[in-house]
């Protein structure tokens, strides 16, 4: 993970609020949904910036694919059909709310 992180930032940078989201300010941002895999190496902190979504008291869901590895969504495979449709129907609601 430090040698991809190194390919886009160095170190000194990756507090930065215009690099890491996971220190901004999450205050009023629109609804969010939040997919990731079990096998992901990004599965902590997908997890953990859902939580701070919902801290921030802003909408949100998770939804968490058994097995699904880091971009699985686009793999011709029937759980990234899954996550298509989930994220289609969130879509859905949230523009017609």
Same mark, same amino acid.
């Given at each position: /993970? @430090?040698?991809c992180m190194d390919l886009f930032v160095s170190k000194d940078k990756r507090s930065d609020l215009d690099v $890491? #989201? *996971?220190? %901004? @300010?999450?205050?009023?941002? !629109? #609804? %969010?949904l939040f997919s990731v895999?079990? =096998? @992901? !190496?990004? *599965? @902590?902190?997908? *997890?953990? /910036?859902?939580?701070r979504w919902l801290a921030a008291g802003n909408e949100a869901e998770i939804a968490v694919y058994p097995g699904a590895t880091h971009a699985? $969504?686009? /793999? !011709? =495979? %029937? =759980?990234a059909q899954q %996550? $298509?449709?989930r994220c289609a129907s969130f879509m859905t609601r949230v523009i017609n709310t």
């Open positions: /993970m @430090d040698w $890491s #989201p *996971l220190y %901004a @300010d999450l205050k009023g941002l !629109p #609804p %969010a895999g079990t =096998i @992901d !190496p990004l *599965l @902590d902190d997908t *997890l953990f /910036m859902y939580c699985f $969504s686009l /793999m !011709p =495979i %029937a =759980i %996550a $298509s449709e």
